[in-house]
């Protein structure tokens, strides 16, 4: 692809990005005319009511959606290419695993230990899930230190989160009817439920696990290749894999805390902004998978709305299975036939 056509792909979406946020704080239970939305987001002359709206229900959520999208098509990027395997996702590494186990201890584990009284009560569901992933990664990074193959790794972080899956599965069914309802709402995924305060804590990790993602560009395409030929170009690959276990971490791992395990996203976007890039080259396919991702999750974020407005609440989780399902069956599909 030439590169002005490149320089219009990015300015197409971004032209999406900002008409898809203006018709998600647009859209909901609650009609809001576009003036009185600028008005709210600039300080002028509204209601009450329609601020509260705006400023504390949707665009929390629309910057909640933005950064999500972005975080989770990052890692999945560097996830796809650090193990050389297409279907590879943020959570490979064993961290949706992580921050369910946590979940899991907070909404099942504490009422059967007689109340909320304990210390792990006072860390809340978010604290949990972020500190459930983080084990995840202490653990991944202390066996990437031991183990030279990436595959092997890959392998060890799938049986992790499928002992972890057991472990959870266990206090599910001895959880309670009213803890396990709050743990299947956490796993269905919410962006709604990140208030302005959230966003606080959110927004700055992110922001540092993106500047992991870009500042391990160079990396990722000499590893496009394969380990051993990023060590004949001098790269230090163990550096390099920390950083890159870091970097996912931060971005999967928080969004994982706030909003729930959101699938489909991390793995479909890389693979978008690939078919439409038309590149293996990461200097462009990073900033164009953090793109295509907002856009996903914006979408999707604007047509729970719209489903709203009907009377019905769906999960976000349903919403991005659908869009990301279809692109990676065309994935699949391409490389069969390349084949």
């Excluded at 909901?28 to 600039?42: E, I, K, R, S, Y």
């Amino acid at each position: 692809m030439k590169s002005y056509a490149r320089y219009l792909l990015f300015a197409v979406l971004g032209i999406s990005l900002v008409a898809l946020a203006v018709g998600d704080l647009l859209t909901g239970t609650t009609n809001v005319p576009l003036a009185d939305v600028w008005a709210a987001l600039t300080g002028g002359t509204t209601t009450e009511e329609y601020r509260v709206i705006v400023n504390e229900l949707r665009l929390p959520k629309v910057l909640v959606a933005a950064f999500a999208g972005m975080a989770l098509a990052a890692s999945g990027l560097q996830m796809q290419t650090l193990f050389r395997n297409p279907l590879a996702g943020p959570y490979v590494l064993g961290i949706n695993s992580g921050a369910s186990l946590g979940v899991a201890l907070f909404t099942l584990a504490l009422p059967m230990m007689g109340g909320m009284s304990s210390w792990l009560a006072r860390l809340g569901l978010t604290g949990m899930a972020w500190i459930g992933s983080a084990a995840i990664l202490v653990l991944v990074m202390f066996l990437s230190r031991k183990i030279k193959n990436i595959s092997v790794i890959l392998i060890l972080g799938m049986m992790l989160g499928s002992a972890i899956s057991a472990v959870v599965g266990i206090l599910q069914y001895m959880g309670t009817e009213e803890s396990l309802k709050a743990f299947v709402v956490w796993t269905m995924g919410s962006l709604s439920t990140v208030t302005a305060e959230d966003l606080r804590l959110l927004i700055p990790v992110v922001v540092v696990g993106q500047v992991l993602a870009i500042a391990v560009v160079k990396p990722l395409n000499m590893l496009l290749l394969g380990e051993s030929y990023a060590r004949t170009m001098g790269l230090r690959v163990g550096v390099a894999r920390t950083a890159i276990f870091l970097s996912t971490t931060l971005l999967a791992g928080t969004i994982t805390a706030f909003c729930g395990p959101v699938g489909f996203i991390g793995l479909a976007m890389p693979h978008l902004a690939r078919m439409t890039f038309r590149t293996a080259d990461h200097r462009l396919l990073m900033p164009a998978s953090m793109l295509w991702g907002a856009v996903a999750m914006l979408l999707c974020c604007l047509a729970t709305d719209i489903v709203a407005r009907g009377g019905v609440m769906l999960p976000i989780n349903t919403v991005t299975s659908l869009l990301g399902i279809p692109i990676i069956i065309i994935v699949v599909i391409r490389n069969r036939n390349r084949r």
